[in-house]
């Protein structure tokens, strides 16, 4: 017997669970929304910072240490991060945008179970608070500003959060909170000050769901209990690294960079430019994003207080907490730059959390519809690049990207784009690396001066050096153990003598220095200067 083709489609179709469809389908919708508003930051390249956290994170792949044979002052997080992208998805320099993409879409959905409520999630919350969170992280924070270690730092401070809120066993959600909160510490030292008070709010719930018939000494009891467990989970990632390091012969070398932590974080912006920073990102750059998360979350509050839901409220005020504590975080470190923002708008999402959810419980469509609006409308505004003041998001994405992308502008023309401050020149870097590939044989070594480091991962080139970034070398600001590291650094370089090297057209000097160890100049491009060994 032969089947119609009519016959078998309304087979298939009559298996299909609509009940199912109706549940899902506003937050599939969400998701794809922040997912396709994110799509054209795949083709960012690398600006210094994310080439070094790259760099560390490729050679660690190959048995080179962090901090002992290439040094830089951010924990360890965020070079396993770039270890595990390259694992995955390639030594590609969009391997870590990839990774952002689908942190984000992840953090919407922890972001929702982390929202304390007293009645089921209501279809369309997921969806909504991805695509508001996709919407303001990509289009305030540029190539330069995203793919950094604030994104995964307020990741795992939220994760331990919702692991408090959701877990049965107080005790249980108690050690996990402590374990993931530490590892947000490892991607950024000053997550700490957001961590602490996971502990408290621990210790509240070990009070909170003793036995009903307890007495307050039981109460008391577990209150401490969950406290210590915390405590004690904080302590297994820091000692996880501790032993790394020790089995690797590399304590010292986590001891240098504590001491040059705390020597860098004695320097800061004035006054002045920290109080133009300030206003430039918050006001200029994120003030239509800023008002409509905190008119959420202030809707959240009010309905919270008008039905007198009390431990709906108490959430919604711990948010605001840790959007404070953000905020306190990034004061802490006295630098200001933009992308140290990224963790402050990231609890800001996780506070207007609490508005949607009250507008979803009422209408998920119109939830789902305010979201995609708030999305629409920062798009649309979309301030001006911090480090290319002739482009915005939106001008990228519906120009710059899609010429790209169609074959009508060239790859030359593209990079062109991606400009940084101190003259951050990431197309001349693109040239100089092709002189290099065109010359390169197996196993030869680059390195480059200063804080340039895209040339490493466009050519697949390591460099000798233990100081793969110069700036601590360089900066009179940033001098600690300078002597000594200046030493070593000469040592590494001039006797393994690197076939490539790349200095700068105004360092004469410099030059001057390298041409006298047997190097002559092959190329030049903006400020770069090509210098090859003479054999």
């Known amino acids: 017997m032969i089947t119609r083709p009519y016959d078998v489609i309304r087979a298939w179709l009559g298996k299909i669970d609509l009940r199912a469809i109706d549940r899902i389908w506003l937050d599939v919708l969400g998701v794809l929304?922040?997912?396709?508003?994110?799509?054209?930051?795949?083709?960012y390249p690398f600006g210094r910072d994310q080439a070094i956290f790259y760099y560390i994170g490729r050679e660690w792949l190959h048995g080179t240490l962090p901090y002992r044979d290439a040094f830089d002052l951010k924990p360890p997080g965020v070079y396993a991060l770039h270890s595990l992208t390259v694992l995955m998805f390639g030594a590609h320099q969009w391997s870590i945008r990839i990774a952002d993409i689908l942190c984000v879409l992840a953090l919407g959905k922890v972001i929702s179970l982390a929202v304390r409520r007293d009645a089921d999630r209501t279809r369309g919350e997921v969806g909504a608070t991805v695509a508001l969170l996709s919407g303001v992280y990509f289009t305030s924070f540029d190539f330069w500003d995203s793919g950094q270690a604030e994104l995964w730092e307020a990741f795992f401070v939220i994760a331990g959060l919702a692991a408090l809120?959701?877990?049965?066993?107080?005790?249980?959600?108690?050690?996990?909170?402590?374990?993931?909160?530490?590892?947000?510490?490892?991607?950024?030292?000053?997550?700490?000050?957001?961590?602490?008070p996971l502990g408290f709010l621990a210790m509240a719930r070990g009070w909170r769901d003793a036995s009903p018939q307890?007495?307050?000494?039981?109460?008391?009891?577990?209150?401490?209990?969950?406290?210590?467990?915390?405590?004690?989970?904080?302590?297994?990632?820091?000692?996880?690294?501790?032993?790394?390091?020790a089995a690797h012969r590399a304590s010292n070398s986590l001891w240098e960079l504590i001491g040059y932590v705390r020597h860098y974080a004695q320097t800061g912006a004035s006054p002045a430019d920290a109080r133009d920073r300030v206003?430039?990102?918050?006001?200029?750059?994120s003030g239509l994003w800023v008002a409509a998360f905190l008119g959420l979350w202030l809707a959240g509050l009010l309905r919270s207080a008008s039905r007198r839901r009390w431990y709906v409220l108490s959430g919604a005020a711990f948010a605001a907490l840790l959007v404070a504590l953000a905020f306190g975080s990034v004061v802490a470190q006295k630098k200001y730059f933009s992308y140290h923002w990224?963790?402050?708008?990231?609890?800001?999402?996780?506070?207007?959390?609490?508005?949607?959810?009250?507008?979803?419980?009422?209408?998920?469509?119109?939830?789902?519809?305010?979201?995609?609006?708030?999305?629409?409308?920062?798009?649309?505004?979309?301030?001006?690049?911090?480090?290319?003041?002739?482009?915005?998001?939106?001008?990228?994405?519906?120009?710059?990207?899609?010429?790209?992308?169609?074959?009508?502008?060239?790859?030359?023309?593209?990079?062109?784009?991606?400009?940084?401050?101190?003259?951050?020149?990431?197309?001349?870097?693109?040239?100089?690396?092709?002189?290099?590939?065109?010359?390169?044989?197996?196993?030869?070594l680059l390195h480059v001066r200063g804080f340039e480091l895209a040339m490493y991962a466009i050519t697949g080139m390591r460099t000798p050096c233990r100081f793969v970034s110069e700036l601590p070398l360089d900066e009179p600001w940033l001098f600690f153990h300078r002597d000594q590291w200046l030493a070593q650094q000469n040592q590494a370089l001039w006797s393994n003598r690197p076939r490539f090297i790349v200095t700068f057209v105004d360092r004469p000097w410099d030059i001057s220095l390298i041409a006298s160890h047997g190097y002559h100049e092959i190329g030049r491009r903006g400020l770069f200067l090509l210098m090859l060994r003479n054999d």
């Open 33 to 43: 929304v922040g997912a396709a508003y994110a799509i054209p930051t795949l083709a």
């Open 214 to 245: 307890g007495t307050t000494g039981r109460r008391v009891l577990q209150s401490l209990a969950a406290g210590g467990l915390f405590a004690l989970g904080t302590l297994v990632p820091v000692a996880v690294v501790i032993a790394y390091f």
């Open 342 to 444: 990224g963790v402050v708008v990231t609890f800001l999402v996780l506070a207007a959390a609490y508005g949607l959810a009250e507008v979803a419980r009422w209408s998920p469509g119109v939830a789902t519809l305010q979201a995609l609006s708030i999305v629409l409308g920062g798009f649309l505004t979309a301030p001006p690049w911090y480090n290319n003041p002739a482009l915005t998001y939106r001008t990228y994405a519906l120009r710059t990207f899609r010429d790209y992308r169609a074959g009508r502008l060239p790859r030359e023309q593209f990079v062109k784009v991606f400009q940084g401050v101190s003259n951050y020149d990431y197309a001349a870097q693109e040239y100089i690396s092709g002189l290099i590939l065109q010359r390169a044989r197996p196993g030869d």
């Open 279 to 285: 206003e430039l990102f918050w006001l200029t750059r």
């Open 165 to 196: 809120e959701r877990i049965r066993s107080p005790l249980r959600a108690a050690s996990i909170a402590g374990v993931v909160g530490c590892i947000a510490v490892l991607f950024k030292f000053t997550a700490g000050m957001i961590v602490v």
